[in-house]
């Protein structure tokens, strides 16, 4: 390169010295906020699949109306059908203190003495259900904090058309239930008003 050429370059880079490093200080910031970002999703989505192979999150459900419990065993043998689990799933009202309106839910039946074979619990508090004869509740963490519920109170319920009283045992988490949206729709979580 010609020597007066090279002594121009320099003298106008040493002019725009301060322009040349905010420009290169918003390089390095982009590039670091990237990285940053990243990194951030990799682990996040990381913990997020681990917390569904850990909880064994189920890959579909099929929902039956008054299905006999013959036919889980029998489509247990279908092609292709690797584990299969039959529960119950009933809609319920909940009538709890300091709420002028029900809140539906759903209540979801789980195995006596063991661990569902999918959508598994995490219990942040209290204890497993112990007797299948006593009107026992978990409840979905969330949905209790909101509340101020905890193990030990007492709600009540509308579920197949009979008002029952139940006893919080603990309250989970289930990889089933991690973001609560109201039937209705809605774009933000609503512990409040689902259970």
Do not use: C
Not at 32 to 47: E, S, V
Not at 132 to 161: S, T, W
């Amino acid at each position: 390169m010609n020597p007066v050429l090279q002594r121009k370059l320099r003298r106008d880079l040493w002019q725009r010295k301060w322009q040349l490093l905010t420009l290169f200080s918003i390089i390095a910031i982009g590039v670091g906020a990237y990285i940053g970002m990243a990194g951030t999703w990799r682990d996040m989505d990381g913990a997020r699949h681990a917390y569904y192979r850990d909880y064994h999150l189920s890959d579909f459900l099929i929902d039956l109306k008054r299905a006999p419990e013959w036919a889980v065993t029998d489509a247990a043998h279908l092609p292709g059908m690797i584990r299969l689990e039959g529960r119950i799933s009933l809609p319920v009202l909940l009538d709890l203190p300091g709420t002028n309106q029900p809140i539906t839910g759903q209540a979801i039946s789980l195995p006596d003495q063991r661990e569902p074979a999918f959508n598994q619990l995490l219990l942040r508090s209290g204890s497993r259900l112990s007797d299948p004869d006593r009107a026992e509740v978990i409840l979905n963490h969330a949905f209790a904090a909101a509340h101020g519920l905890k193990p030990g109170d007492r709600i009540r319920a509308l579920l197949l058309e009979s008002q029952q009283d139940l006893l919080v045992v603990g309250t989970a988490q289930s990889p089933e239930f991690v973001y609560l949206i109201s039937p209705s729709g809605g774009l933000a979580p609503d512990p409040k008003t689902l259970v």
